[in-house]
């Protein structure tokens, strides 16, 4: 028997409509399906090693940045209450969020960008697809198949985008990207759910740093409004504090927003099945139009002044290097890879795996191994 979040919406994801597992395996007595995918992605290998991941800051620049790992639990934590608050499928919402950033390189966008010019000329690396790869092949645990056989649902999920050439090689979770169909409430419910934690982790860990002042922010209305407000509630509190009690104002802004135009949409797209969601011709989770306007003006900023920070980008130069010379080196003499990573076809994708998959520690204590004499 299917255990069932109570007072679900028709229109929600759930086991009854569920597309279902590629292998097919008998219920469980007591979870629901996607609690067992959630389930299955926290006990994975790539899960653990997100703690070690880059978000925007390198894993060992301190102890108080984001990490990919946190930065999963926050998307999962503001994914389950929009989809709390809207009768969806809170269980799918947080196995998405959790899966969503399996795929990362080390190093972040640096660390993706290197792979993808260094697997140009074979097929190329994008994190997304590799999420995907990840859970339906790498992670070898199971005795009777690949992967974690995941439901349908929660690979749409996983695969936010992805180019029509690709689409076409992936079967029935490509056939949304080539006919623009959506994906379940759930899924855009998590793909919004990502950008809301990372604007608002960025702006703080960018304070945090000091690569990103008060200043500067105060120019970004979304920020100087709140930021007002808690100055004249509460003068002379601590900076960190305000700071702090500014961004929880910006999420709670954001998710309100999310949570009241989407109940809004919908009652007016009235979706009775789960089939009328993914016809509905754009997505129904959408920001009203002043917050998306507010919310990507908050985007522009970050990439501007901390993404595209000098500092930053040093670290970006340095990481690139040492995914490219790791590549370089592996694809140059095989024999090198541990042995599950090679093979007798498809070398620079096994060389892919292998990078996509360390750590930023692991990578960096790799590339001292191969290139730094005297080290051994
Ligand atoms: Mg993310």
């Known amino acids: 028997m299917e255990i069932l979040t109570p007072n679900l919406t028709p229109c929600a994801a759930s086991a009854d409509n569920s597309r279902g ?26 899960f653990r090693r997100l703690e070690y991941k880059t978000q925007v800051f390198v894993n060992h620049e301190g102890d108080h940045f984001r990490t990919r790992l946190t930065h999963s639990l926050e998307v999962a934590q503001i994914a389950r209450g929009i989809a709390r608050s809207l009768r969806l499928n809170e269980d799918l919402a947080e196995a998405i969020s959790l899966a969503h950033d399996l795929g990362h390189t080390p190093f972040g966008h640096a660390g993706q960008d290197a792979l993808n010019n260094c697997m140009s000329d074979h097929g190329g690396f994008e994190h997304n697809l590799q999420s995907l790869r990840i859970v339906d092949k790498l992670e070898q645990r199971y005795a009777a198949f690949d992967g974690l056989n995941l439901c349908f649902e929660t690979r749409e999920g996983i695969l936010k985008h992805c180019a029509i050439e690709t689409a076409s090689r992936l079967g029935d979770l490509g056939e949304r990207f080539i006919e623009r169909t959506q994906p379940s409430l759930e899924a855009q419910i998590c793909n919004l759910a990502d950008e809301i934690a990372y604007n ?48 929880r ?15 809004s949409n919908i009652s007016r797209c009235a979706p009775r099945t789960l089939d009328d969601v ?13 917050i998306d306007d507010a919310q990507r003006e908050m985007k522009r900023f970050l990439r501007k002044n901390l993404y595209q920070h000098y500092e930053v980008l040093r670290m970006t130069w340095k990481t690139q290097r040492i995914v490219g010379d790791l590549f370089a080196a592996y694809l140059d003499d095989p024999r090198m890879l541990p042995p599950a990573y090679r093979g007798p076809d498809k070398q620079p994708r096994r060389v892919a795996d292998y990078i996509a998959g360390m750590t930023d520690r692991y990578a960096m204590k790799e590339h001292k191994r191969l290139f730094a004499i005297g080290e051994i």
């Open 21 to 46: 597992r590629r292998f097919p395996e008998p219920l469980s007595a007591y979870r629901s399906e996607f609690q067992r995918d959630r389930d299955r992605i926290v006990h994975s290998i790539a």
């Open 278 to 290: 993914r016809q509905a011709g754009m997505p129904i989770v959408r920001f009203s139009e002043s």
């Open 249 to 263: 104002r910006m999420i709670n802004t954001l998710v309100c927003d999310l949570i009241e135009m989407s109940e």
């Open 200 to 247: 608002n982790h960025d702006i703080d860990d960018g304070l945090r740093s000091g690569l990103l002042s008060l200043d500067q922010l105060n120019e970004v209305p979304l920020f100087a409004d709140n930021w007002a407000l808690v100055k004249s509630a509460y003068d002379g509190v601590d900076e960190r504090r305000l700071i702090h009690e500014t961004i």
